[in-house]
Each structure stands twice: as structure tokens, then as C-alpha cells.
């Protein structure tokens, strides 16, 4: 059985080398993370069963969520800290805690991308057993969600049946655990017909069971936005007049059957970015573009004409992304036959 880490958290070591000059400098770029610990254990307990589990952390900070996750049997956990300030209390986790724990210098959102600073999926999973996309989930992706990560996000709900998904999919279902400001936590809880309803409410509900958890006051998040609010500098999940009341946990389950075909994927955030920039219009004004005959293929479907964005549910998106997918397909094959 592997041993318990101590909850006693250095705090103290970087407290003191965190002053405004840092703070303003860093604002921008400044994830958040958890500081106490009985958050963080409530937040573990809600992810599910850890045993044997491999967990990717986005920005562990000071590494209080790390603790949590460690007692929680968890195998092995990759944290991605990119932020120096971190790096004192993060090695001395490390070394308590064996060989459970890979403290990497990288940024959560530069996951296999080609851009300077990214990091390969295969080094985070390397030495972790691949399973079948069928079986229980690998594992998690867990930390404090920014609004930084929204477009990571939509990356991983879209990259799942993607040809050049990144490799983390390849190992088998990696669920997010994630810890939303509450107007992230509200789009991607939000129902067909709400206001709040749109792009990243119905890419989550199309790729993902959305399962959400418990509620964690902002008092347990650092940095404080009211306190960078103060500074002068812009928080990472907005401006003071946005600031987020509560943070949630909420759980997205890859689908073990993927409603959005892999042609489908490589047009559906175009697609849907169409649809829902005019979220209130008729959805077969956007779909004429692309289909001749949008009325006849909704009616086949079953969705009403008069259908919005704003109340186009996951299931029909899926349909109308693949059938789009499979139109486009179509086309380029005519317009190559008449080019040759």
C-alpha cells in the first residue's frame, strides 16, 4: 500500500517569493490551483476511484490538489506546472511521494501542439498500459480550469475521433475532472433552449457524459481574482466585473460510442461555430451552404425546420455535422473527377 503524504502544505516557501511585482507580471498567464486541503479531498473523492489510475494535473501551484490525489491510490500522476515560483514545493512533493510522481516544467494548454514550449502526450503517458477505447477509463485529466482552457478544451472533446487526436486518446478514454469557473461550469451544464446554451454546452454534451459535481468557493482557489482585480491586473477568468462567484467540479466521460463520425470531427467546429453565431435563426439558413436539399435531409432526421442553434440538441448536431461531413466528402470527389 503506498504510503500517505502529509497534508502539511509549504506555503510559506512560495508565499515568499510570490510579491505584486510577480503577480502583475504574471496575471495574464496565471493559472489558478487549489490551497486547502480539505477541498482537495472532497474534490478527489468526487472524481471516483483513483486506484490504479493514471492523472495528467494541469498547474498543480502549490501542489495541494497533488497531495489529495496521491493518498487517493492514484498510480502514477504527471503535473504540468510551467511557472518556476512553483518549483521548491513541487520537488519536495516529489520526493515524498517515490516514484508516483512526475513533476514536468510545461504548459497544460501546448499538449501536442507545434508550437515552441509544447509537450508530446507520449512522454506525459510513457510506461502507462494502453487500453481499449471500449474499457473503463485510463484516466483523468484533473486542476483549475481557466478560460485560458477553453479552446484546450474543445480540443480534447473534438481531437477524440480525430486522425491526428492526440496520442493521449490513443491510450484509451482520458475523462476530465476539471474545476470550472462558474460561467464555464454553467455553458457546459446549460440545456438546448437556455440561455446560456451554446458551442461548448453542446461539444461537450455530444462528445462526453457531463457529470456535475461539488461546488468550491473561490476563497480555496489562489490566485484570489478579487485580490489581482485590486492590483490592476486583468484575472485569468476575467475582468472584475466577471468575477467568478463559485468554481465546480464537473466530470466529462468520453462517450465509449462517439456520435460525430471521424470525417464529421474534422468540420464540425467550423460547423457548429456557423450555427451558433447566429444562435437564434433557423438553423437550414447555415445548412443550405452546404447541403441543396437542408429541408428534406432535417425533415428525414426529424428535426423541425424552424430548429436554432440555441435549441439544436447534441444528438441532432451529430447527425447534421456527419451528413455535412459526408456532403463536403462528395464534393471534392466530383470536383477532382471533373479537374482530371
Same mark, same amino acid.
Given at each position: 500500500m503506498a504510503q500517505k503524504i502529509a497534508q502539511v502544505l509549504p506555503l510559506s516557501i512560495v508565499a515568499a517569493n510570490i510579491t505584486s511585482k510577480v503577480i502583475l507580471n504574471q496575471a495574464r498567464k496565471l493559472d489558478q490551483c487549489i490551497i486547502k486541503y480539505e477541498a482537495a479531498e472532497e474534490i478527489v473523492r468526487n472524481i471516483g476511484d483513483l486506484k490504479d489510475k493514471f492523472v495528467l494535473e494541469a498547474n498543480p501551484g502549490f501542489g495541494v490538489l497533488t497531495r489529495a490525489l496521491l493518498n487517493s491510490g492514484a498510480t502514477r500522476i504527471v503535473a504540468?506546472?510551467?511557472? %518556476? *515560483?512553483?518549483?521548491?514545493? @513541487?520537488?519536495?512533493?516529489?520526493?515524498?511521494?517515490?516514484?508516483?510522481?512526475? /513533476?514536468?516544467? !510545461?504548459?497544460?494548454? @501546448?499538449?501536442?501542439?507545434?508550437? %515552441?514550449?509544447? /509537450?508530446?502526450?507520449?512522454? *506525459?503517458?510513457?510506461?502507462?498500459?494502453?487500453?481499449?477505447?471500449?474499457?473503463?477509463?485510463?484516466? &483523468? *485529466?484533473?486542476?483549475?480550469?481557466? &478560460?485560458?482552457?477553453?479552446?484546450?478544451?474543445? =480540443? &480534447? +472533446?473534438?481531437?477524440?475521433?480525430?486522425? &491526428?487526436?492526440? @496520442?493521449?486518446?490513443?491510450?484509451?478514454?482520458?475523462?476530465?475532472?476539471?474545476?470550472? %469557473?462558474?460561467?464555464?461550469?454553467? =455553458?457546459? +451544464? !446549460?440545456?438546448?433552449? =437556455?440561455?446560456?446554451?451554446?458551442?461548448?454546452? +453542446?461539444?461537450?454534451?455530444?462528445?462526453?457524459?457531463?457529470? %456535475?459535481?461539488?461546488?468550491v468557493p473561490v476563497e480555496h482557489i489562489y490566485p484570489d481574482c478579487k485580490d489581482l482585480s485590486r492590483r490592476g491586473a486583468q484575472s485569468t477568468n476575467g475582468s472584475a466585473s466577471t468575477l467568478p462567484r463559485y468554481f465546480q467540479l464537473i466530470r466529462l466521460i468520453p462517450k465509449r460510442e462517439i456520435l460525430v463520425t471521424e470525417k464529421g470531427t474534422a468540420i464540425a467546429d467550423e460547423l457548429i461555430q456557423q450555427i451558433m453565431t447566429v444562435r437564434n435563426k433557423p438553423i437550414v439558413s447555415i445548412l443550405t451552404l452546404f447541403l441543396p436539399d437542408a429541408i428534406g435531409f432535417l425533415e428525414e432526421i426529424g428535426v423541425p425546420a424552424d430548429t436554432t442553434g440555441s435549441n439544436l440538441t447534441a444528438q441532432d448536431a451529430a447527425k447534421i455535422i456527419n451528413r455535412v461531413a459526408i456532403g463536403r466528402q462528395d464534393a471534392n470527389e466530383s470536383s477532382r473527377s471533373s479537374d482530371s
Open positions: 504540468l506546472e510551467p511557472r %518556476p *515560483i512553483f518549483s521548491k514545493p @513541487l520537488e519536495e512533493l516529489s520526493k515524498e511521494s517515490g516514484d508516483r510522481l512526475n /513533476i514536468i516544467k !510545461a504548459d497544460f494548454n @501546448l499538449i501536442d501542439r507545434s508550437r %515552441p514550449g509544447s /509537450i508530446s502526450s507520449a512522454d *506525459i503517458l510513457r510506461g502507462v498500459k494502453q487500453k481499449l477505447w471500449e474499457d473503463d477509463v485510463l484516466g &483523468y *485529466i484533473t486542476g483549475v480550469a481557466s &478560460y485560458r482552457n477553453t479552446k484546450q478544451l474543445l =480540443s &480534447y +472533446l473534438m481531437d477524440q475521433r480525430a486522425t &491526428y487526436r492526440p @496520442l493521449y486518446h490513443c491510450w484509451g478514454r482520458v475523462a476530465m475532472a476539471m474545476i470550472f %469557473p462558474d460561467t464555464q461550469s454553467k =455553458s457546459i +451544464l !446549460a440545456s438546448p433552449g =437556455s440561455r446560456r446554451y451554446g458551442r461548448l454546452s +453542446l461539444f461537450a454534451q455530444m462528445m462526453c457524459d457531463v457529470i %456535475p459535481s461539488v461546488k
